[in-house]
């Protein structure tokens, strides 16, 4: 079966200071995969998404970058964190068609102090 | 603009009762429509999926339906019991998004004894 790890669970950061977060998918081969962020009050909103290895597109211009450098591998970082990056983190993977069913990781909380 | 709504935004019921999660969204054009469960903290649990040439899915006391031409969602929940206590969240999947969900603020809901 088929399972999405997401690390750290929480995060407290100062401000300028680099981020890491890290995204994986065991079970399944070339999954489209995504970064999304839940602010308090809002819905939540796609920030990257991959269809394959180097392959990454952004929905908002912002603060972050994503990496995949390997298929099941998603990596979501930062040079400098703002204030306004605090937020809850989540990745997801589906799998490479377009009816299917998005699969959630656990979250990350990060706090930007 | 492709849109998700959620009403309410809370609901409060006690338990056994039956009870209705709205969703609207702005355009018929979609894939598909998710319903996730979210747990405080914690990240998505996929509930159901309808493709959009589907009218209903049911999952043990979960029955989401589906009504594409007036671009309404609604989850039912049977027999609610304490622990269905979470925020329930609808995304759709618009048809030329490369499969990004554009999500709903959610419904928050509280079963009580």
């Known amino acids: 079966s088929q399972t999405i790890h997401q690390w750290p669970a929480t995060l407290v950061q100062p401000v300028g200071s680099p981020l890491s977060l890290e995204c994986t998918v065991e079970?399944?081969?070339?999954?489209?995969l995504y970064w999304y962020r839940q602010a308090a009050g809002r819905g939540l909103q796609l920030l990257f998404y991959?269809?394959?290895?180097?392959?990454i597109s952004s929905e908002v211009p912002q603060n972050l970058s994503a990496s995949r450098p390997q298929d099941r591998q998603f990596i979501l970082s930062s040079k400098k964190l703002l204030l306004s990056d605090s937020g809850f983190y989540l990745c997801?993977?589906?799998?490479?068609?377009?009816?299917?069913?998005?699969?959630f990781g656990q979250g990350t909380r990060l706090t930007v102090v | 603009k492709q849109e998700v709504t959620q009403i309410p935004a809370a609901l409060s019921v006690p338990e056994g009762e039956n009870l209705v999660l709205n969703c609207s969204f702005t355009?018929?054009?979609?894939?598909?429509l998710q319903w996730f469960r979210q747990d405080p903290g914690k990240g998505l649990t996929s509930l159901l999926l309808?493709?959009?040439?589907?009218r209903e899915q049911t999952s043990g006391r979960l029955n989401a339906s589906l009504d594409k031409s007036s671009g309404r969602s609604t989850l039912y929940i049977a027999a609610s019991q304490p622990g269905d206590s979470a925020t329930y969240l609808c995304?759709?999947?618009?048809?030329?998004?490369?499969?990004?969900?554009?999500f709903g603020t959610g419904t928050r809901l509280q079963v009580t004894l």
């Open positions: 355009d018929s054009a979609i894939y598909n």
């Open positions: 991959s269809v394959g290895i180097g392959q």
């Open positions: 995304a759709v999947h618009y048809t030329g998004t490369a499969s990004k969900l554009t």
């Open positions: 079970g399944t081969s070339n999954p489209n």
């Open positions: 309808i493709q959009s040439s589907q």
């Open positions: 997801a993977w589906s799998n490479g068609l377009g009816n299917t069913e998005a699969f």
